[in-house]
C-alpha cells in the first residue's frame, strides 16, 4: 500500500524559507512522477512543481517559478520542496502526490501540511 506522509510546514514571514518533506513507501517509485499541490480556503487545489523520479525532470506553476524547487532523494526514497521569499499568498495546506505514469492523474495522495506565510 502505498503511503505518503508530508511534513516542514508551519508558520513563516513573508520572504521567509520552508522545507517540505514527503516520505514515500509501499512501492517502486523509479517510474513515477511526484508532485506538490497546495489548497488554500475557499480555493481549488492546484499543481506546485512535479519531478520525474528517473531523471530528474521538473515542472513549475508560474506563480511559484524562480522561488520554489522541488527535488528527490532515492536513497531516502522522499520528495522535497524547497520554498524561498514565501508570500502570504502561498499560505494552503500543502499536498504530496504520487502519478503512475500509465494514468493521467495522480492516484496517490498525503494527509497534507498547513504553510502559513503571514506579512
Known amino acids: 500500500q502505498v503511503q505518503l506522509v508530508e511534513s516542514g510546514g508551519g508558520l513563516v514571514q513573508a520572504g521567509g524559507s520552508l522545507r517540505l518533506s514527503c516520505a514515500a513507501s509501499?512501492?517502486?517509485?523509479?517510474?513515477?512522477?511526484m508532485g506538490w499541490f497546495r489548497q488554500a480556503p475557499g480555493k481549488e487545489r492546484e499543481f506546485v512543481a512535479g519531478?520525474?523520479?528517473?531523471?530528474?525532470?521538473?515542472d513549475y506553476a508560474d506563480s511559484v517559478k524562480g522561488r520554489f524547487t522541488i527535488s528527490r532523494d532515492s536513497a531516502e526514497n522522499s520528495v522535497y520542496l524547497q520554498m524561498d521569499s514565501l508570500k502570504p499568498e502561498d499560505t494552503a495546506v500543502y499536498y504530496c502526490?504520487?502519478?503512475?505514469?500509465?494514468?493521467?492523474?495522480?492516484?496517490?495522495w498525503g494527509q497534507g501540511t498547513q504553510v502559513t506565510v503571514y506579512a
Open positions: 502526490a504520487g502519478r503512475d505514469p500509465s494514468y493521467t492523474d495522480y492516484r496517490w
Open positions: 509501499g512501492r517502486t517509485f523509479s517510474r513515477y512522477k
Open positions: 519531478i520525474w523520479w528517473s531523471g530528474g525532470s521538473t
